[in-house]
């Protein structure tokens, strides 16, 4: 097993994968890391974050800055995707190849970015795994403020999912 493997697993199991998304942040993508996102569901079928609503998020009028619930739709998605490709142990490249999104309210609150298409994610994975070409998939997000909204969505997303084996040199 190794070293990485082994520390992530002496981690409490409650803060293993926000965690591991907030070094990926720090390392890879320093914004992420800066607007502290959490996870608040990883399985199967389906990947929550959770991004506080404080002031590195906000805009000018006191909404979510529209490029932060960019940032949270890239890592529902992003997360729920690199979860299965770490689990099938191959070496593959994960991209967005595109980005849609609608805004319907203003969020106002801590916002919840939901992917509920993980068996699809699972299932694209293998694919990719077993091929030497490069697969596509839209991943829908859902980003809601349960506190100010309920289950009511403040925008939805439409990433386009990116993957292929990487090649061995």
């Known amino acids: 097993m190794s070293t990485a493997k082994k520390i992530y697993n002496m981690l409490p199991e409650k803060y293993r994968d926000t965690?591991?998304?907030?070094s990926f942040g720090l390392f890879k993508v320093p914004l992420l890391f800066w607007l502290r996102p959490s996870v608040i569901e990883?399985?199967?079928d389906n990947c929550v974050i959770k991004i506080p609503f404080?002031?590195?998020?906000?805009?000018?009028?006191?909404?979510?800055?529209?490029g932060v619930l960019a940032c949270g739709a890239d890592c529902a998605g992003g997360l729920a995707a690199m979860k299965m490709i770490i689990d099938s142990g191959a070496p593959v490249s994960l991209?967005?190849?595109?980005?849609?999104a609608q805004f319907l309210k203003r969020a106002e609150a801590d916002v919840y970015f939901s992917c509920k298409q993980g068996a699809e994610i699972k299932a694209l994975v293998?694919?990719?795994?077993?091929?030497?070409?490069?697969h596509n998939m839209s991943v829908i997000?859902?980003?809601?403020?349960?506190?100010?909204?309920?289950?009511?969505?403040?925008?939805?997303?439409s990433l386009t999912l990116s993957l292929k084996r990487k090649s061995r040199h």
């Not at 293998?126 to 490069?134: F, G, L, M, Q, Y």
């Not at 506190?147 to 403040?154: A, L, N, R, T």
Request: glycine fraction near 4%.
């Open 19 to 22: 965690i591991l998304l907030r």
């Open 42 to 44: 990883l399985s199967a």
């Open 54 to 66: 404080k002031r590195r998020s906000k805009n000018h009028l006191g909404s979510m800055y529209f």
């Open 95 to 100: 991209a967005f190849k595109d980005f849609n």
């Open 126 to 134: 293998e694919k990719v795994v077993n091929s030497d070409e490069r």
């Open 141 to 157: 997000i859902t980003a809601t403020c349960p506190d100010k909204f309920g289950d009511e969505p403040v925008a939805t997303f």
